[in-house]
């Protein structure tokens, strides 16, 4: 069964540009997560969809970002325009629908976002 | 400000030495508790994990114990070995769905 897949690994892009992250979660997963780790610190949660739906974006640092899921399937994340604090590592991560808890999420290998 | 702690790296130790990775956090009630793993060029592996106080999570000889009195969620390793080079991070419950994570610890064990 494939993991959670990221795509692309890496981006340089200059400051004032746009960037578009994508993520397949896991097929069958309705739950998916983004995440942020920004210079070495701590990963920082952004937001979770379940299906199509936003069910908590409080993580979202701002108006330049923008996360969809049309369609339940796999997720963008979109940055514009690009500020030099945006460069980290973006995480994207899926679980299971599982109202109990506790949830185990399944990790991508990350995004490396360069902001020049 | 965040709610774990974990302590600083790097960590560096050599083969078949002993870890501990110390983790404290802040919460209102008992939140689940974690370590996560990243493995070089790979995404964060859940390594173990622990739902109430006193529970031992414990994966691949590593160990931890859900410490309500301490709020700590310290892990160990009795003898490392070189493919246990990684980062450790420790996380909790954030409520809803969300996990909240530390900053991670880097472990480098030399041959």
């Known amino acids: 069964e494939a993991g959670v897949t990221q795509f692309p690994s890496h981006s340089v892009i200059e400051k004032g540009q746009t960037v578009t992250l994508r993520c397949d979660p896991i097929s069958g997963h309705d739950n998916l997560y983004w995440y942020r780790r920004v210079m070495g610190k701590e990963i920082k949660f952004l937001l979770h969809f379940v299906k199509e739906s936003k069910q908590d974006e409080s993580g979202m640092p701002n108006n330049r970002f923008l996360a969809e899921r049309t369609g339940g399937t796999y997720s963008t994340l979109k940055v514009q325009p690009a500020e030099l604090e945006d460069s980290g590592v973006y995480f994207c991560?899926?679980?299971?629908?599982?109202?109990?808890?506790?949830?185990?999420?399944?990790f991508g290998p990350g995004t490396r976002l360069t902001v020049t | 400000g965040n709610s774990v702690t974990q302590m600083e790296g790097p960590v560096t130790l050599s083969e078949e030495a002993f870890l501990t990775i110390n983790c404290t956090y802040t919460?209102?009630?008992?939140?689940?508790l974690f370590w996560y793993v990243q493995y070089p060029g790979e995404g964060l592996q859940l390594l173990l994990k622990a739902t109430k106080a006193d529970d031992k999570g414990s994966n691949k000889g590593f160990e931890a114990t859900y410490r309500k009195e301490t709020t700590s969620f310290h892990l160990e390793k009795g003898s490392v070995q070189v493919s246990d080079s990684a980062v450790y991070f420790c996380?909790?419950?954030?409520?809803?769905?969300?996990?909240?994570f530390g900053a991670g610890t880097r472990l480098f064990v030399k041959a």
């Open positions: 991560a899926s679980s299971q629908d599982d109202s109990q808890g506790p949830y185990e999420q399944y």
């Open positions: 919460a209102t009630g008992y939140p689940s």
């Open positions: 996380a909790r419950g954030g409520g809803g769905f969300k996990t909240i």
